[in-house]
T-cell receptor
Framework: DAGVIQSPRHEVTEMGQEVTLRCKPI?????LFWYRQTMMRGLELLIY????????DSGMPEDRFSAKMPNASFSTLKIQPSEPRDSAVYFC??????????????FGDGTRLSIL | GNSVTQMEGPVTLSEEAFLTINCTYT??????LFWYVQYPGEGLQLLLK?????DKGSNKGFEATYRKETTSFHLEKGSVQVSDSAVYFC???????????FGKGTKLSVKP
């Protein structure tokens, strides 16, 4: 089975530009998570969805960040306008809700974002 | 709320040394516990898990036992290899919501 697929793997753009990160979860998984990882702050949960519905977005840093999940096989994380401090590795993960508490999350390889 | 505390890194060991990475947690109810590993340039991968007290998770020579009395889930390996160099994350389930609570990660470097 294919794992969680993220695109692009690397993104370099200038401050002020819109950035869109994409994620395809594992088929059949009904939870999807977006994380951000930096040296300073470690791994931070930004938002997560259950059955395409956002459950907790308290980790989204600012209104510049938005996430959508239009269907069970696709999600986007958008930053508009982008700033240099948004530079980080962004991970998407998915899991199955069956037996919720003991199901592991499966991570994609991440998108390394650099804002100049 | 639920939380996880891991030992601070980095940890540097020689090949074939014994490894322990400490992890303690606070939680209500009966969470499941996980160890994830992140190799350079990659995402996190599940290493092992335990779903109830006294369970031992094991994989690739790594082990961790769910100790409810000490609220701990320490990661151990009897003989580390250079290829084990990575960042290790302890995590616990967040309850009914399906999310995980991650520790800050411990970087392990193994020298030949």
């Amino acid at each position: 089975d294919a794992g969680v697929i993220q695109s692009p793997r690397h993104e370099v753009t200038e401050m002020g530009q819109e950035v869109t990160l994409r994620c395809k979860p594992i088929s059949g998984h009904d939870y999807l998570f977006w994380y951000r990882q930096t040296m300073m702050r470690g791994l931070e949960l930004l938002i997560y969805f259950n059955n395409n519905v956002p459950i907790d977005d308290s980790g989204m840093p600012e209104d510049r960040f938005s996430a959508k999940m239009p269907n069970a096989s696709f999600s986007t994380l958008k930053i508009q306008p982008s700033e240099p401090r948004d530079s980080a590795v962004y991970f998407c993960a998915s899991s199955s809700g069956q037996g919720v508490s003991n199901q592991p999350q499966h991570f994609g390889d991440g998108t390394r974002l650099s804002i100049l | 709320g639920n939380s996880v505390t891991q030992m601070e890194g980095p940890v540097t060991l020689s090949e074939e040394a014994f490894l322990t990475i400490n992890c303690t947690y606070t939680a209500t109810g009966y969470p499941s516990l996980f160890w994830y590993v992140q190799y350079p340039g990659e995402g996190l991968q599940l290493l092992l898990k335990a779903t109830k007290a006294d369970d031992k998770g094991s994989n690739k020579g790594f082990e961790a036992t769910y100790r409810k009395e000490t609220t701990s889930f320490h990661l151990e390996k009897g003989s580390v290899q250079v290829s084990d160099s990575a960042v290790y994350f302890c995590a616990l389930s967040g309850g009914s919501q399906g999310n995980l609570i991650f520790g800050k990660g411990t970087k392990l470097s193994v020298k030949p």
